[in-house]
């Protein structure tokens, strides 16, 4: 399956963005779905995961409150809304599909994901 992120851009802290991964080559619905996010000097870090189904998500606690995970199997689309940015949000966000049972959620670890986007880029200003 290949991933396209999008959605990334500047905005002042307090702001909001909202990513986009659309898929294509398989159907997306046959893999659970992940968020994370690199900034400059620092290692890939676990944000945000979803279901298959989207019966269940998880977050990293830094996010948690203000980011939202959710996706559109019919539009084979993940989507990250993002609220009350912090310039510590700043990185590159990128989306990854894992294949997992019908009811589980991605792990946190990026060895679990079997296929990557390739990143946007969110800046948040102070």
């Known amino acids: 399956v290949q991933l396209q992120a999008s959605g990334g851009g500047l905005v002042q802290a307090g702001g909001s963005l909202r990513l986009s991964c659309a898929a294509s080559?398989?159907?997306?619905?046959?893999?659970?779905m992940g968020w994370f996010r690199q900034a400059p000097g620092k290692e890939r870090e676990f944000v945000a995961a979803?279901?298959?189904?989207?019966?269940?998500?998880t977050y990293t606690d830094s996010v948690k409150g203000r980011f939202t995970i959710s996706r559109d199997n019919a539009k084979n689309t993940v989507y990250l809304q993002m609220n009350s940015l912090k310039p510590e949000d700043t990185a590159v966000y990128y989306c990854?599909?894992?294949?997992?049972?019908?009811?589980?959620?991605?792990?946190?670890?990026?060895?679990?994901?079997?296929?990557w986007g390739q990143g946007t880029l969110v800046t948040v200003s102070s």
């Open positions: 979803i279901s298959r189904s989207s019966g269940s998500t």
């Open positions: 080559g398989r159907t997306l619905s046959n893999y659970g």
């Open positions: 990854a599909a894992a294949r997992t049972n019908w009811p589980a959620v991605p792990g946190i670890r990026p060895v679990e994901y079997d296929y």
